[in-house]
């Protein structure tokens, strides 16, 4: 099937440092969306983002949709201890269907 | 509240027996959605339904079978033809298809072969 390529897969950060991640594909997607999971919980979603270009924040979590419309980006900013978990991209192909996730990036943070 | 149910949270299954997990949604959501999560591979998708008496393959679904004779309910069966089922099993459901709005997830319930 279709791949998202979100790198990087995993970060070893201290408390307080800003983090970025991204996500791309050779695809135009629709809509993205950014999920966090907690250790042995289900994803939770953080942000969705609809229109390219569009800059969206929640808290200290900003995501954007690429202007391509092929990749997003999401920032942490001054990162907490209960930041650590896995985050999830996932997007909507321009051409319909179900959502389709990257394979994630684990985050840690070290107090 | 609404939300998404999924259980047991943890179960363990001798090899060669076949296996339900259950998820119950009472968001009335339209569709539903089963995920298997092993290390480093993410989310793959083994089945979906849109609509209930209805359900498509995923991209992995050989060795599982699902139902949807209710809108709130969707079971997955691990079969005893699944060759590597241990693994932590997501439920989803979204309020439309293809849920450009978003998938609700349930907590999880993570299998075990012993």
């Known amino acids: 099937g279709q791949q998202l390529n979100q790198s990087p897969q995993s970060m070893f950060i201290q408390e307080g440092e800003d983090v970025s991640m991204n996500c791309t594909s050779s695809?135009?997607?629709?809509?993205w969306l950014w999920y966090k999971q907690d250790p042995g919980e289900g994803p939770v979603l953080l942000i969705a983002l609809y229109k390219a270009g569009e800059l969206t924040s929640n808290g200290r979590l900003t995501a954007q949709f690429g202007i391509t419309r092929k990749d997003s980006f999401l920032n942490i900013s001054a990162s907490i201890p209960s930041d650590v978990g896995i985050y999830f991209c996932?997007?909507?192909?321009?051409?319909?269907?179900?959502?389709?996730f990257g394979k994630g990036t684990k985050l840690s943070v070290k107090p | 509240d609404g939300g998404i149910t999924q259980s047991p949270k943890y179960l363990f299954r001798k090899e060669g027996q076949n296996v339900t997990l259950s998820c119950e949604q009472n968001?009335?959501?339209?569709?539903m959605y089963w995920y298997r999560q092993d290390p480093g591979q993410g989310l793959r998708l083994i089945y979906y339904s849109q609509i209930v008496n209805d359900f498509q393959k995923g991209d992995i679904a050989e060795g599982y079978s699902v139902s949807r004779e209710k809108k709130e309910s969707f079971p997955l069966t691990v079969t005893s033809a699944q060759k590597n089922p241990t693994a932590f099993y997501l439920c989803?459901?979204?309020?439309?298809?293809?849920?450009?709005?978003?998938?609700?997830f349930g907590s999880g319930t993570r299998l075990t072969v012993v």
């Open positions: 968001l009335n959501h339209d569709a």
């Open positions: 695809s135009i997607f629709n809509t």
């Open positions: 996932a997007g909507q192909l321009k051409s319909q269907g179900n959502l389709i």
């Open positions: 989803a459901s979204s309020i439309e298809v293809p849920g450009v709005s978003g998938y609700t």
